[in-house]
Structure formats: C-alpha cells, structure tokens
C-alpha cells in the first residue's frame, strides 16, 4: 500500500526540466512591444503625397535606434526590431546641408545653385543605399523640398 513506484523519480525530474524550459522562454520575452515603425512610415508617406513645403514630426521616444535609407524606416528597441517601407524614396537629411534645409532653411540660400542641391541629394541617396543602425533621435522630421526642378522629401 505504502510502495514507492519506480516511474515516480523520472515524473518528477521531467516535470521539473519542463518547469526550467518554460520559466527560461517566459523570461526571454520582451517586456514591450517594438517601435511602430508603420507610424513612422506612415507620417513619411503623407508628406511625401503632399505639396512641396510640406512638413511634419513624429515622436520617436519608443525607439533605442533607427536605420533610414530611401525605401524603407527601421526602429529598433528592447522589445524588438520593426520595418516598414515607403511609398515614394525619400533621401536622409541627417547632417550638413541637406539638415539644415529640414529644418527649414532655404535651399536657395544653402547651396549656389539648384545644381548644387541636386549633387547634395544624390550623395545622401548613395549613402544611404546600405543603411546603418544610429541611435534614435527624440523626433524625427519629414519636409518635401522643391527647388530648382528637384523635389525630394528630406527625412531625418
């Protein structure tokens, strides 16, 4: 009445491994949910189908890092990695001249001509081609950009 059955010892060691197997995967999970990344894209998305002056800001407190080339917008945080791509290519704006006509100076008064403009926008598309992962800023910035027959929407 009072036996100890032998399959007892292997019932208790298997439940006690699946117990470590579950709290390990338990543990591993992310806390919160990524960067929304089809905000972000989406914010880009209506400016880019938007008039020439056109502007906006998106918070992006929720993002550690991003990576910005022409097609696409990836935020990365503990929680995890998020992509969205664009409808139309942007170029990024995030130094130099092309910076300082997101944040709303003329181009005209940045650059001698439009041709110079146009040599600007084509490095940073050239550039941004591989793409690498930076540190977030707090806001990013969208504008569309018209001068001297190119039209670009600067992001960054």
């Known amino acids: 009445m009072f036996e100890t059955h ?7 060691v298997a439940l006690a491994a699946v117990s470590a197997a579950v709290l390990g995967v338990v543990g591993e999970l992310p806390s919160t ?3 929304d990344a089809a905000a972000t894209a989406a914010t880009v998305d209506e400016v880019a189908t938007s008039p020439p002056g056109s502007v906006a800001t998106r918070e992006l407190t929720a993002a550690d890092d ?3 080339t022409r097609r696409q917008v990836g935020l990365r945080s503990d929680g995890g990695t998020a992509h969205a791509t664009f409808l139309r290519s942007v170029v990024p704006a995030i130094e130099g001249r092309l910076a300082a006509a997101l944040d709303g100076r003329r181009p005209s008064r940045l650059f001698g001509s439009p041709s110079g403009f146009r040599r600007a926008v084509e490095r940073a598309e050239a550039a941004a081609t591989a793409g690498e992962w930076r540190p977030a800023p707090e806001r990013m910035t969208v504008r569309r950009v018209a001068w001297g027959g190119v039209d670009v929407t600067l992001v960054g």
């Open 6 to 12: 032998t399959e007892t010892l292997s019932v208790w």
């Open 33 to 35: 949910a990524p960067p």
């Open 66 to 68: 991003w990576m910005l």
